[in-house]
């Protein structure tokens, strides 16, 4: 395990915004062909098939997240940027937990809420249309948050993190997934990820216990997905590899160049 210290200073600079419609054709075309979850089962074969992510998650990553998180018996998740709900309702289900899940895409929120009805939970599980700065849920109201791989699209991620911070309770945990750049500001990275620094902008938000984590499987799982989506070579109709694919052939050449984390922090 690799940790890494927080720093103190935030560049204000957001990459640019995300438009819900993006994802929801995202969402309808995984949901019509599947061609994401399948390239992920192939690339990890433990990761629970009930998990589908949406996401570059390996089963090491989901359980660490799960350890990080240290949910009890009747608790609440807030799954921040939900998407299609698969790993938030696991990690909930596991714990015996209640879930709250938010998106911005309202065609997520129908199937997070589809697969829902399917999971046989202990606990209660519901979704909203929301964004990551704007959740709409009440202040500590939840005991614990998680966002994987979402909260880098936030329009401003500094508020994304204060609104993360707003609706946990006292000593609520929570884990964020995503990227750091080996070197900030390398131009041959997507914008998006080129000064991603999780620790100090949580940091700054008031978060205290702030851990950055790193394991090479995780980095691995990224390209992985990337390779093998190539690999299989000539989608047909299945309009969700095509995609991959063409993010593969953008993204792979710096992949790289950056380094795989989930950042752990604790409300004040």
């Not at 499987?217 to 992985?224: I, R």
Request: aromatic share 6%.
């Amino acid at each position: 395990m690799h940790r890494e210290p927080s720093t103190p200073h935030i560049r204000r600079e957001d990459p640019p915004a995300i438009l819900p419609g993006e994802f929801d054709a995202l969402f309808h075309g995984e949901a019509r062909t599947g061609g994401f979850s399948r390239v992920a089962r192939i690339v990890d074969p433990a990761l629970p098939p009930e998990a589908e992510p949406f996401s570059f998650l390996c089963t090491d990553l989901l359980h660490h997240i799960a350890a990080e998180l240290a949910l009890k018996e009747g608790e609440v998740l807030a799954d921040l940027g939900c998407g299609r709900g698969g790993p938030g309702l696991w990690l909930a289900r596991a714990a015996h937990a209640d879930l709250v899940g938010v998106d911005f895409s309202p065609v997520a929120v129908a199937q997070a809420r589809q697969r829902a009805a399917t999971y046989a939970m202990k606990g209660t599980a519901h979704f909203v249309v929301n964004g990551l700065t704007t959740t709409g849920l009440p202040r500590a109201s939840v005991s614990a948050a998680v966002s994987i791989d979402a909260l880098q699209y936030a329009d401003d991620r500094a508020a994304a993190a204060q609104e993360a911070r707003r609706i946990l309770r006292p000593s609520g945990r929570l884990v964020v997934t995503g990227w750091h750049p080996l070197s900030p500001g390398d131009p041959r990275l997507p914008e998006r990820h080129r000064h991603s620094d999780w620790p100090a902008v949580l940091c700054a938000a008031g978060f205290t216990a702030v851990e950055c984590h790193a394991r090479p499987a995780w980095s691995d799982t990224y390209e992985s997905i990337y390779r093998v989506a190539l690999q299989l070579g000539d989608p047909g109709p299945d309009t969700a590899l095509a995609g991959l694919q063409s993010e593969a052939r953008r993204r792979l050449p710096t992949a790289h160049l950056l380094r795989r984390v989930a950042v752990t922090a604790v409300s004040g």
